[in-house]
């Protein structure tokens, strides 16, 4: 095990672990995507190893997990898993895991509901919702039939879930070994994510809601196609902001571990801002689709994949543009349309 006290280590190889404070081990997962790892975070929690987060549901993650329970993590139970959210590379193993070493799984409610939901209801992924959300808002049929079979796949990288888990909420206070962790939780990236500050320590386990090189995925499902998950981010990272200082050092979910909590979320509100403002101006000649849009945040070739993401996120910055009132959407049409909201000269 390569023992570190430095935020600033290099990340751990695979099967490999960083010791980033005493008791703390950061280690990585492989993931089939350009981001081709997900931070997995485990605890020395007293009788054995509480478990951050599983990796995405794939037999190289259970070969990984097979490596580490064997390597770095021998010799001692993993009691607790604690996972953040739904999305498959960090719920997608809790299945496998919990079987294996018979884990309790922590979790929020909302975001252990939406992972039962997706498990259960392969149709939502493949099915209507998601179909006309993307036909509705101008992407050809023959794209959307791509995008439903390769797009989505990712979906499905899970091993199942345990049929109970214990439920954590924002307020509340988990021991973890000697560590006080407070459960901190918020909307954006996903519906109700869990993260763990332990003031004390000056550690914040900030999962996707913070990330330090990439921003996370802010993207509107077809669960919920007028939700607008970007105001919620936009509120939880201002109170994040309030609540965890700025020296903080943060564990998120990919890349590494950082300090400079407040200027990261600070960037990270002007980007989306500055992309509602690139919305607003490829608007100015007329209304366009949610479709049309999407290569005017995206300038790169996408992969269905890519494309997924891609779209989501865009939908999310023109529902909050239309929950601001700069957007206006057209559903007379077969395709709907956004344009610009007029302004009456009076303002
Ligand atoms: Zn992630």
Redesign the pocket.
């Known amino acids: 095990m390569t023992v570190s006290h430095r935020f600033n280590a290099e990340p751990p190889a695979f099967g490999d672990a960083v010791e980033i404070r005493p008791g703390i081990l950061w280690i990585r997962l492989p993931l089939p995507y350009r981001?081709n790892h997900?931070n997995i975070y485990v605890l020395d929690d007293g009788a054995g190893w509480t478990v951050i987060?599983t990796g995405i549901g794939t037999d190289q993650s259970i070969q990984a997990w097979r490596t580490l329970l064997a390597g770095v993590l021998a010799g001692r139970p993993v009691n607790r898993i604690v996972c953040t959210?739904h999305?498959p590379?960090?719920v997608g193993m809790v299945g496998w895991l919990c079987r294996e070493t018979g884990a309790e799984l922590l979790m929020g409610e909302v975001e252990f509901l939406l992972a039962q939901y997706y498990a259960n209801a392969p149709h939502a992924i493949d099915g209507r919702a998601f179909r006309q959300l993307y036909l509705l808002h101008g992407l050809s049929e023959d794209f959307v039939a791509h995008m439903m079979s390769e797009g989505h796949d990712y979906q499905r990288r899970t091993t199942g879930l345990p049929l109970s888990f214990t439920r954590l909420v924002a307020g509340q206070t988990v021991m973890i070994g000697a560590r006080a962790f407070e459960i901190v939780t918020g909307g954006g990236?996903s519906s109700l994510q869990v993260m763990l500050y332990c003031r004390e320590d000056g550690l914040f386990v900030a999962?996707?809601q913070v990330l330090p090189r990439i921003t996370?995925n802010i993207g509107v499902a077809g669960i919920e196609p007028s939700s607008d998950p970007l105001q919620h981010f936009f509120t939880s990272l201002a109170s994040i902001r309030d609540a965890i200082p700025d020296g903080t050092l943060t564990l998120p979910?990919?890349d590494w571990p950082f300090t400079g909590l407040h200027q990261r979320i600070d960037t990270l509100v002007e980007h989306h801002h500055a992309r509602c403002d690139i919305v607003a101006e490829a608007c100015r000649d007329g209304a366009r689709t949610v479709a049309d849009l999407v290569p005017v945040l995206f300038d790169q070739d996408l992969s269905h994949h890519q494309m997924s993401f891609a779209f989501a996120e865009t939908l999310s910055h023109v529902n909050y543009m239309i929950g601001q009132g700069r957007l206006r959407l057209d559903t007379s049409g077969p395709v709907w349309s956004v344009g610009l909201k007029d302004r009456s000269p009076l303002g």
């Open positions: 981001l997900v987060d959210h999305h590379d960090h990236h999962a996707d996370p979910g990919h």
